[in-house]
């Protein structure tokens, strides 16, 4: 499917999901109320990479900021009399998995992070998990679509905290939340919209039922009337889409990407260390014995393989999402990633090779006894550092297995004294200049 009917059709299910898992339960006033506690993990109990802690907006805005990632909204806010109104559905996407509606006539029972609060089109009165309440003005409906007023619904109805300064608004999880000076200047861009450089996305992932994230570079050099290549970078085990551009190599790879004209693209890998779909651990982790399965080597549950399974996917629902909303080459897309990364660029270039044109792991050769390298047939450059972590004489003798069995690695760069992803960063323009020579 690709990514613009994806988009569209994820509203609709959402809301359906969101109807088939909610529970009609009322709160009712107690001494000490539960506290709303948003997921954290999968429902496979795997931690999330991507935790936004706060929504952002401000009046009649088309979208909302989540942290700083952009999510489009279904339709746009609406601010009337001082109060800013939003659509359930769009909520229900803010907040999936964690938020159901049940709509009975116009009665609304909405359940969020463990607790539900009833309302009713045209009333003001509500029942929170507190007890009574009162909205600071009633729900309605318009063009088939239910408006719901955000601020007091998600504080007195779900315990946000609320904040603003400077015409913009905040919810947040923990009770310390509040807008700071330092978010205003960041809010001004990111509502206005930057048409190059790095900006944030959130888009929605229908496997999961969750919005995930994902980081973009725009170099100065981009057109939209012509299709741009693009490179797609795959995070370590402890990061989120924005370790890399975010952290300490960020500027320098972005200074790269303005030299050669490429779009950079940063995905999640869903799930902590979920691999991006690659299933085999690095080399040298574990022990091999008779009772290894080849099939299942890192001894992985069903519910972890599954995330794994989740993992993989995700990066390919990003690259569409991307390329949905700017003008890509697909005959000129390239991966590379560090350590996790590393694994997970092996798995995306062995599984789709159609969408790659070659590809550039370092840090991470996987067990090679458990993985066919004869599905590695997109050009590929290897990078290691002398002193990774994980042995580089481990990677070596993969290498030697790999190239064996028919892997088309093309070069194995040796970066002398560099740590475990402390290699890469080295050698990005040797790296680029791989990519170069692969363009259709």
């Not at 809301?15 to 006033?29: D, K, N, W």
């Not at 608004?169 to 990111?190: H, R, W």
């Not at 869903?270 to 651990?281: A, K, T």
Request: with cysteine.
């Amino acid at each position: 499917m690709k990514k613009s009917d994806l988009v569209r059709k994820s509203l609709i299910l959402a809301s359906a999901l969101c109807l088939m898992a909610a529970a009609p339960v009322f709160a009712q006033a107690a001494e000490e109320p539960a506290v709303p506690a948003v997921s954290t993990t999968s429902p496979n109990g795997n931690a999330y990479c991507w935790q936004p802690a706060a929504i952002f907006y401000t009046e009649n805005a088309d979208r909302v900021l989540l942290d700083y990632y952009a999510y489009m909204l279904e339709t746009p806010l609406v601010t009337t009399d001082g109060v800013t109104f939003i659509s359930l559905n769009d909520l229900a996407m803010l907040y999936a998995p964690d938020f159901a509606v049940i709509n009975e006539d116009g009665k609304l029972t909405l359940t969020h992070a463990g607790v539900s609060a009833e309302i009713a089109l045209g009333e003001t009165a509500a029942t929170f998990y507190t007890g009574e309440g009162e909205l600071e003005a009633a729900p309605y409906e318009e063009g088939g679509m239910i408006y719901v007023p955000i601020k007091s619904l998600l504080t007195q109805g779900f315990g946000k905290t609320y904040g603003e300064r400077n015409g913009f608004f905040g919810l947040g999880n923990a009770p310390e939340f509040e807008v700071t000076s330092a978010d205003v200047y960041n809010l001004k861009m990111f509502f206005r919209g930057k048409p190059v450089g790095k900006s944030y996305w959130a888009y929605y992932n229908e496997e999961v039922n969750r919005l995930e994230s994902v980081i973009v570079y725009i170099p100065s050099t981009y057109d939209e009337n012509v299709p741009n290549k693009m490179v797609v970078q795959l995070h370590g085990a402890s990061g989120n889409s924005a370790s890399i551009p975010d952290g300490a190599n960020g500027p320098a790879l972005m200074k790269a990407a303005e030299e050669y004209g490429y779009i950079f693209m940063w995905p999640e890998a869903y799930c902590r260390l979920c691999n991006f779909g690659m299933w085999v651990q690095p080399a040298g982790q574990l022990p091999i014995t008779d009772e290894t399965d080849p099939q299942n080597p890192a001894g992985h549950s069903p519910e972890k393989l599954e995330d794994i399974r989740l993992s993989g996917d995700n990066v390919q629902i990003a690259m569409d999402f991307v390329e949905s909303k700017w003008n890509i080459d697909e005959k000129n897309v390239f991966i590379m990633g560090i350590s996790m990364g590393g694994c997970g660029t092996w798995y995306q270039a062995a599984t789709y090779p159609e969408r790659f044109s070659a590809a550039s792991p370092s840090g991470a050769f996987v067990e090679p006894e458990f993985f066919d390298w004869s599905t590695i047939t997109i050009p590929t450059l290897y990078v290691g550092g002398t002193e990774d972590r994980n042995g580089f004489d481990l990677m070596l003798r993969a290498y030697d297995i790999a190239m064996s069995q028919g892997a088309n690695i093309v070069d194995f760069i040796v970066v002398g004294g560099a740590p475990h992803g402390g290699e890469w960063p080295q050698v990005i323009n040797e790296t680029l200049d791989f990519f170069e020579g692969y363009l259709e």
